[in-house]
């Protein structure tokens, strides 16, 4: 069956680094895009980026695009989150999730992680 | 950026109710909608997609409705699992969520 599981996440400084990672089993990364979405505490949902079946294409959201990379590696069948000069406000719990197509043009998350925490603090 | 608007922002509801949620969106995205439920603590879980698809294992009292700017998520008949957070989301161009609406318990 599909399972996404996260890791990578803790306590980091602002202005740190972090690396996340999502590994996917029951399906092959290189098959779908994937995409990472995060959860402060206490707030709602916030898409941060995709990642397309080719590996070529990506897209970021306007609040990390520069600071975040995605990028995966198919051997391994493993999705990353490169995470660059942390802010406070990126604290949250991040997601990954398995991105579906209907029609070949309308997109859903069909599966999700568990997800993985980020604190940024001093 | 597309802005997704929900209504309520919470409701209070019992077992057996008719619930319906609002989702209206900035500007036209067709059928581009999908809606989640998030039980506090765990992952979010695809309810709907492209308005009005039930995905596969979701029963049938959830339904969708809409087009354009504004879409509907029906639960029929309010189950114990069901109170949790819905979201909605276009994924019309840069995907974004709604911000939540939280069904309580009456």
């Known amino acids: 069956q599909v399972q996404l599981v996260e890791s990578g996440g803790g306590l980091v400084r602002p202005g740190g680094s972090l690396r996340l990672s999502c590994t996917a089993s029951g399906f092959a990364l290189s098959d779908y895009y994937m995409s990472w979405i995060r959860q402060a505490p206490g707030k709602g949902l916030e898409w941060l980026s995709y990642?397309?079946?080719?590996?070529?294409?990506?897209y970021y959201a306007d609040s990390v695009r520069g600071r975040f990379t995605i990028s995966r590696d198919v051997a391994n069948n493993s999705l990353f989150l490169q995470m660059n000069n942390l802010r406070a406000e990126d604290t949250a719990v991040y997601y990954c999730a398995r991105v579906s197509l209907m029609a070949t043009i309308i997109y859903y998350f069909d599966y999700w992680g568990q997800g993985t925490l980020v604190t940024v603090s001093s | 950026d597309i802005q997704m608007t929900q209504s309520p922002s919470s409701l209070s509801a019992s077992v057996g109710d008719r619930v319906t949620i609002t989702c209206r969106a900035s500007?036209?995205?067709?059928?581009?909608l999908n809606w989640y439920q998030q039980i506090p603590g765990k992952a979010p879980k695809l309810l709907i997609y492209?308005?009005?698809t039930l995905q596969s294992g979701v029963p049938a009292r959830f339904s969708g409705s809409g087009s354009g700017t504004d879409f509907t998520l029906t639960i029929s008949s309010l189950q114990p699992g069901d109170f949790a957070i819905y979201y909605c989301q276009q994924t019309y161009s840069t995907w974004t969520f709604g911000q939540g609406t939280k069904v309580e318990i009456k």
């Open positions: 492209a308005a009005s």
């Open positions: 500007q036209s995205i067709s059928n581009y």
């Open positions: 990642l397309g079946s080719s590996g070529t294409i990506r």
